[in-house]
């Protein structure tokens, strides 16, 4: 039964409003989420929704190389896929909205909590949180050129929460279709616990699907957190431990009781494979050389907390081909 409703699913256009509840998404993360991680966690966890590294409508407007190849995705893997971008002038979101939905997208979403001080100073990502207007206009012009839904991910507000629910509801009136929340202000960054409270509030002012985001390292987590909300987007939590998206599946969409040992619980060596996959897909993607220099950050990842750990670390971040990858784990 689960299967031919994943088929349906598969077949019928993307939508925010009916696609399958709880919502299980990858978060977009520079230099993580390309085309062999997101193929990866859809390995691990087809039901995820995966979604790109924050592109830049600038690029995209003028057609630059390297962001139009880190567009490509997988048609046969990757659906549903989400491309994130982000940027601050209206007609260039209008014209690369129309690129991604011409190469197939099934989504497009506008990044409003990147807190990156390159970013922020640019009045791009949680900068627009600070500039309604703009950001109201970011979504309506993304709207007007595209018929996929459009969704915004952005933080609990720049230095206090008390702006989150009106900016919210404008980027709504606006058309945006979805949110995903950072349960942090821009001024918390990364530091501290998040604050999943106000993202619970504001689902109840707002029609559309709202994703809480922040500090889901297990499973257990994501069941405590969902609360009211219509999924969970888990980002870094993920990094070394992709197969965390799998228990969240597992759990959320399945039933399966936290307590009962998951795919997170397999062996080290049983790891292994799909550690070997994620290289190939690497290389697939970007070639041998650009391919295994970014795998290295994900293997050092990969071996934290084994036994000889820092050894592994140390070798794996000299690594250039897969049977490199292969000798040093399987030693």
């Known amino acids: 039964m689960v299967f031919y409703v994943l088929v349906f699913l598969f077949l019928m256009p993307f939508s925010w ?4 509840r709880p919502i299980v998404a990858l978060a977009p993360m520079a230099g993580v989420t390309d085309a062999s991680y997101r193929q990866l966690i859809k390995k691990l966890a087809p039901e995820t929704v995966v979604y790109t590294e924050f592109l830049s409508t600038d690029a995209i407007h003028y057609g630059a190389k390297k962001t139009m190849g880190m567009l490509h995705f ?3 893997i990757e659906h549903p896929f ?3 971008v982000f940027g601050k002038e209206p007609e260039h979101f209008l014209s690369a909205a129309k ?3 011409e190469m197939g997208a099934d989504g497009i ?3 409003m909590g990147c807190p990156a ?3 922020v100073s640019s009045c791009h990502g949680s900068a627009l949180i600070k500039n309604a207007d703009l950001a109201k206009r970011l979504v309506e012009a993304t709207k007007k050129a595209v018929s996929i839904p459009v969704s915004v991910k952005t933080r609990l507000g720049w230095d206090c929460m008390d702006s989150l629910i009106p900016f919210c ?3 709504i009136d606006a058309g945006a279709d979805a949110l995903a929340i950072h349960g942090r202000t821009y001024q918390g960054k990364f530091g501290g616990d998040a604050n999943w409270d106000p993202i619970y509030e504001l689902k109840q002012h707002v029609s559309v699907p709202v994703i809480g985001n922040g500090d889901i390292n297990s499973a257990q987590d994501a069941v405590e957190k969902i609360g009211n909300l219509d999924g969970v987007m888990i980002g870094r939590g993920t990094f070394g431990n992709p197969w965390l998206m799998k228990d969240v599946v597992d759990v959320l969409v399945y039933g399966k009781e936290p307590g009962v040992p998951t795919v997170h619980s397999i062996s080290f060596e049983e790891k292994i494979p799909f550690i070997l996959y994620h290289c190939e ?3 697939r993607v970007k070639g041998e050389k650009r391919g295994m220099l970014e795998m290295r950050r994900h293997l050092a990842s990969y071996v934290r907390g084994i036994d000889g750990a820092s050894h592994k670390r140390a070798q794996l971040v000299r690594v250039e081909r897969v049977e490199d990858v292969r000798e040093i784990l399987c030693a």
């Open 17 to 20: 409003q009916t696609t399958q």
């Open 109 to 111: 979403d506008i990044n």
């Open 74 to 76: 997988d048609a046969e």
């Open 82 to 84: 989400v491309v994130q």
């Open 169 to 171: 509801q404008g980027l």
């Open 281 to 283: 897909l690497a290389v």
């Open 117 to 119: 001080a390159k970013v």
């Open 99 to 101: 690129v991604i939905e």
